[in-house]
């Protein structure tokens, strides 16, 4: 620590600090553009001017280490001088558009220019002129002659999406901002650069020309899209979502946000929403009714069944976007008509992990942690898109040294170094995980190899994630959503955790969604006897209660699940949209999402967040857990008396969340057998996760979200005697599908990467599974 004189104040530094950062320590404001807390030194702009003593003249706050001994004015007469020549040089070519730039109001450029700039311009020349340019559907550079060449906008694209997006051509007044030829912005993480622009050249596309910002109200929430649980401040006007922006929270989403966070409010509020309760008449048509009607016909519907055929022939299906409160009641109201059939994970097929996996399985640390472990190992994950800030926290990381390494079926970019990487066909990943630990063993005698895993040879790059691991004092390995989700879940976890074991590392899942650790906490899974959402969808039962999810969409063999709602007796959907059920469903009931409801989600470390809505609920739209408390009381059943969401939460958080986590794993380590022929690799991707995401429209204009195509290795393609771009028909055991080929060498040998959550890859069924393909 160095100490220094700042106006008067003696503070205290850490050596090679800047004098900014003193400065704001104090809470003595400096003026300034450029500089950004998390970004990378650029002092380009020199609003940050300031006077330091025996210096010859001003000098950048941002970019002048601290000494000690140093005395600093920042409100001296040469300081001031200073910092009001370099506000009048910004304004020289900046267009008088105030009144008409969605920036007003909240614009650093007009913040600073009321303290440090003049009423009237010496600038008689004529202003450049910068042509708009095309970013993509999430952001505006139309005000681009706005720019001040700040360069935080390129800064935030490289150090924290990982990926050069926009850049600066030119040099003076002529220099602009733009993107590559041909290119639009297209990170997980570009909204981001909207949040850093101190001017009104970059701007929010969905957000444009629709609000001012003094006109809305600002309310806290939390996202419910992945397991970080990023904390939103939702902008409001007429009790209509208009934007989105972070919350700072350093411990989870720091100051930033995903896209996926940012821009899916664009689907609350569309055609497609359910309005009012509807029930299907015997002629098939739909019909709308009366809250009571509707929840009478659902108290009839399910007591014949219970009558006729027994509560074990009711099912409940909740998503891991569902509050902790609502798939608490689901559970309640399931195990109050007699039936443990409650579930919310339609995604996990593996009918042995619940059996492997006896407590709440989680991060295993906290997310702040990612940024300070040594060694990682991911397994099984699409990480950049399932957990864009988890990954950019280990971006971070990775730039101090950090060594991540993957296991995997398809190589994606995560956009930082990789240490090394085993790509393999989904059905093997368990044998890459024994691979690595027979490697760890050649090295260390002193860990035991499991005797299933005899005659397991390491291969160069097994042997190279082992020497990573054993090099590292803070090791973590983490299984991502594609793992969980797998037919050898249990298997994989089971390899994982003693391989964590052996390399003394912590043990931990990348969840899924918002609330996959709510989910269990709240015990919306099966009990003794009772079925998972998998089996439940295997084969119909009688009645269903569907609480938020697009089973079609949702689970993992969509098609054969929406002809089991189909074939069932009786089936009720709690849906904000009318399309996500109708298909399927006998009664739909309108309930809130996120916005329009009070709750908590659980995060992935297992940090509970407790939000309220933000937005007054859309038509005759009730929050989900009020609708399943009347209909405990209309069952006449024991304990739905609840009369707000704190108090079904604090139901569920009496004995705390910390002593209920547990990764440890009871299924005994072992090897797989390889799936004959090709193998699917299936992702989620980022834009189709959740019914909220797949209807903004924004969204799915991103490459991201364009149809899916086959993506195959060259190797495989040569091996079937095809070229990229053929139109192949593909055929699983349970339909097919024609898609256009596309060459991908980041796909593993053998297999072929087609994206699930698309009604164009419905009929294909399961994510995992045999395929055959041919020329169409």
Known sequence: MVELTIDGIKVEAPEGSMVIQAAHKLGVYVPHFCYHKKLTIAANCRMCLVDVEKAPKALPACATPVTNGMVVHTRSDKAIAAQKSVMEFLLINHPLDCPVCDQGGECQLQDLAVGYGTSASRYKEEKRVVVPKEMGPLISADGMQRCIHCTRCIRVGQEIGGIMEVGMVGRGEHAEITTFVGKAVDSELSGNMIDVCPVGALLSKPFKFTARTWEMSRRRTISPHD??????????????????????NEELNECWLSDRDRFSYEGLLVQDRLAH???????????????????????????NVREEFGAEQIGGIGTHTSTTEEL???????????????????RQIDPGFDEAIKGVPWLGMRVADLNEVDRVLVVGSFLRKDHPLMAQRLRQAAKRGTQISFIDSAADDPLFPVTSRMTVAPSVLPNALAEVLVAMAATDPAIAVPAAFAGIEASAAAREIAASLLSGERVAVLMGNMAVASDKASLIAANAAALATAAQASFGFLTPGANTVGGYLAGATPGRGGLTAEQMLQQPLKAYLVMHAEPAMDSDNGERAVQVLKSAGFTVALTSYRSGAEEWADVMLPISPFTET?????????????????????????????????????????????????????????DGVDARLSNTVSAEPGLSVKVDGLERVADVPIYRSDALVRRSEPLQETAASQPPKAHVHARTLADLGLVAGDALRIRSGQGQVDLP??????????????????????????????????RS
């Open 277 to 303: 309760p509807m029930i299907k008449g015997e002629d098939g048509q739909w019909r709308e009714a009366s809250w009571t009607d509707a929840l009478q016909v659902v108290v009839r519907g399910f007591n």
């Open 227 to 248: 397991s970080l649980g990023a904390n939103l401040i939702v902008q409001t006007k007429l009790d209509r979502v208009m934007r989105v922006v972070p919350y700072e």
């Open 598 to 654: 009070s709750g908590t989600f659980v995060n992935a470390e297992g940090r509970a967040q407790s939000f309220k809505g933000v937005a007054a609920p859309y038509a005759d739209t009730r929050p989900a857990w009020k609708v399943l408390r009347v209909l405990g009381n209309l069952f006449e059943l024991q304990g739905f008396d609840y009369e707000t969401s704190e108090s079904v939460r604090d139901t569920i958080m009496v």
């Open 328 to 346: 608490a009641l689901l559970a309640s109201l399931m195990r109050a008509l007699g039936s443990e059939n409650v579930d919310f994970r339609l």
């Open 741 to 774: 080929s596309m060459q991908d060498d980041t796909v593993a040998p053998g297999c072929v990467r087609i994206a699930t959550a698309f009604d164009e890859t419905r009929a294909l069924g399961s994510g995992f599974g045999q395929l055959t393909v041919e």
